[in-house]
């Protein structure tokens, strides 16, 4: 199982940007995907959460302005992000697993496949 986290970037406030999570080794049918980001010096958090079966997760601080999308057939799941604000700023990560999580947020520890992080900056 491997994911590859793309997409991040410099952008200003107000601005967009898309991440994407490839999967190779497994089918993102089966699987339930997450998205974390880690600010310096904070604790990494969830920010979206999307299972096979329909389930969707997603912080208050995103809500209306992030939206996961999962393309099944190339394996892709994509986080658009819009109106970014420099609080906004962090690593993101995709993560996945088998089997849908009960308890939201999701946690860190919920999750046991991991994509290497890729930096979103917003400037103000």
């Known amino acids: 199982v491997q994911l590859q986290a793309s997409g991040?970037?410099?952008v200003q406030t107000g601005g967009?940007?898309?991440?994407?999570?490839a999967a190779s080794g497994f089918?993102?049918?089966?699987?339930?995907?997450?998205w974390f980001r880690q600010a310096p010096g904070r604790e990494r958090e969830?920010?979206?959460y999307s299972?096979?079966?329909?389930?969707?997760?997603?912080?208050?601080?995103?809500?209306?302005?992030f939206s996961i999308f999962r393309d099944n057939a190339k394996n892709?799941?994509?986080?658009?992000?819009?109106?970014?604000?420099?609080?906004?700023?962090a690593?993101?990560?995709?993560?996945?697993?088998?089997?849908r999580i009960w308890s939201f947020p999701p946690s860190e520890s919920d999750f046991g496949s991991w994509g290497q992080g890729t930096l979103v900056t917003v400037s103000s």
């Not at 299972?51 to 302005?65: I, L």
């Not at 892709?76 to 700023?89: A, G, R, S």
């Not at 690593?91 to 089997?99: E, P």
């Open 91 to 99: 690593v993101y990560y995709c993560a996945a697993r088998m089997g």
């Open 51 to 65: 299972s096979s079966d329909g389930v969707t997760w997603y912080a208050d601080s995103v809500k209306g302005r």
């Open 16 to 21: 967009s940007l898309r991440l994407s999570c």
């Open 76 to 89: 892709i799941v994509t986080l658009q992000m819009n109106n970014l604000k420099p609080e906004d700023t």
């Open 8 to 10: 991040g970037g410099l």
């Open 46 to 48: 969830g920010v979206y």
């Open 27 to 34: 089918t993102f049918d089966d699987y339930v995907v997450a």
